[in-house]
């Protein structure tokens, strides 16, 4: 168990290095100068500050002298600075990354509750009335744009039903149920499309176990249904369903760029976006590899779990 | 959320179609239902095509012409959806915006598969280290958050329709690859292979003819799959403010532009966020009716 966890381990480091280089390759490729951009329409500078700027910044350097400068910053942790604020990014990270963890945990558990529930229901059901409407709920779900679905949730919980505000944050140690009426329709836009694509592979993985010989053969034995869903069923069909979750609400935390530019969060996805923007060389590239790390590293743990859950992986080459 | 959801609909519908098959002894209805559901599915991708293709000569209006003094109308008989803050037809817009989604859809997808069927066969066909190295690649893209980036390329491309095209292409090519190579690797053991590589023939043509006739059908589920998920990138990045800038009427920009006044014309953003999610709707059920249709385990 112990090597297969390190052997998986291992394998993270080469799709992490070529993540640092995609990114760092893309960016560098972005035309603009940011020691411009950070200096605005502010005229007056003269060409021997801006390249003083440029060196207390490490830009006049040579480009794979500059990435390996800052691989080497990484590897001790030091995720740089904002070229426009100047601040740590360790510190902007420890402000925003709650905020968007936040919205992904809210968001996943909006999806997983009604995902798992009604898509185990659906399968118990099957041909029923709330199998084609869990049928077609999924085919809305999966084909509405969150940005579309944020748009409905403001029109008729914020303008017409004025519930909720439609932009803004609290902190949720400022203030709680402040902080739950900022996040609830952010949560419900970036969830909603998750839920359904979690009923739509419950209901299948559980068909599916439900067709399997043991299944057959324990109902013939007379065990009564709730057992055989609960001894049975769910836990061959929970496999395929947790790396689905995992996965899925991994990739919430890209999904959040949208999400928290419409209702105006302080979170991650808002601040790399605006840092592309920005030109903003550090943040963009220390971001995106500390959402890419948090993707791999979710992998990791479901490929895990599954190794605990199915014994036959942990041997498998 | 629009990241990887092509990917996760292609692999749950691998359990989809188990359930299919285990429904069709027992529901005749469902299956009818599905059939339903692919017909609907059909309908819609068709109704959209011809709207892309011959709808700007039918459009009542100019995409961009504005009408003095209309500004923000309800539906009505002369503006069958309404208008929009400058005072344009909002059907207008859809029905030329229709256009942009298809295009971008057709080229996006068509780059994706590209990349992805030659890595993958590649990938899949020689395997050792070339294989190693190609899904080393392809992990590495997979690691980033889609929309991320789409926008990061877009922004080092330069913000034009062509680069959302092309972004759109690069950021969905390794879901294709990873099919591609999965169903290589499938048929790479089967007599007919073996046998023409022990009659000497070359890889390239090995991979041609035999290979790739082979993988088609898989492909074509992916593809229209994934015309959905670039359908829905295109909007996300318009609505963004990357690729067509207004007054341009992507479906995506129209209703980021329209949000502003949502209150007071919520026709100009609801319509066009419908357009989308019916677009993407009926490439998704064609593509799910395309997979059980083509599937002959499935058949019996």
Redesign the interface.
Known sequence: MLKFILRRVLLMI???L??TL??FI??R???GDPVQVLLGADRRTTPEQIEAIRQSYGLDQSLPVQYIKWLGHVLTGDLGSSLRTKRPLTQELGLRLPVSIQLTVMAGIIAAIPGLIFGVLA?LK??SGI??AT?IAT??G???????LA??L??VFS?WLKWLPPVGFRPFTDDPVQNLKTMIMPAVA?GL??AA?LM??T???V??V??QEHVRTARAKGIPQRQVLFRHVLPNAGI?ILT?VG??VA?????T??IE??FGLPGV?RY??EA??NRDYPV?QSV?LV??FL??LVSLVVDVLYAVIDPRLRHAR | ?????AT??S??GS??A??Q???KR??L??VL?HQK?ALTGIAIVGFFIVVATIGPFLAPHGATEQFAGQQLKGPSADYLFGTDEFGRDVLSRLIHGARISFQVGVIAVGISALIGIVLGMLAGYFGGWLDNVIT??M???F???????A???M??L?NSLTNVMIAIGLVNAPSFMRVVRGSVLAVRTSTFVESAVVAGAPPPAIMARHIFPNITAPLIVHGSLNF?FAV?SE??LA??GLGNRPPSPSW?SM??SS?SV??LA?WA??FP?VA???T??GF??LGDGLRDALDPKLRH
């Open positions: 080469p799709v992490l070529g993540v995609v990114t893309i960016v490729s972005i035309p399968a099957r041909n199998d084609y049928t085919l809305v999966v084909s509405v744009p969150n940005f579309f748009t409905l403001v029109l303008f970036l499309p998750l694509i739509r592979f209901r299948s993985s068909l599916e439900m067709g395929p689905i996965l899925q990739s919430l935390l890209g999904g760029v949208i530019q419409i996805g790399v976006y592309i923007a963009v995106t959402l890419a993707f791999v | 959320m629009v990241d990887a959801s996760i609909a692999a749950a359990g989809v188990a359930a098959r285990v429904s027992s529901g209805l469902s239902l559901l080393l690649f992990d590495v893209l690691a980033f958050p889609t929309i991320l980036l926008i990061a390329i922004t080092a330069g959905a829905l909007a996300s609505f963004l995506g209703v980021s949000y949502l209150q919520p953003a609801i966020g989308i999610a019916l993407v709707l998704n059920l």
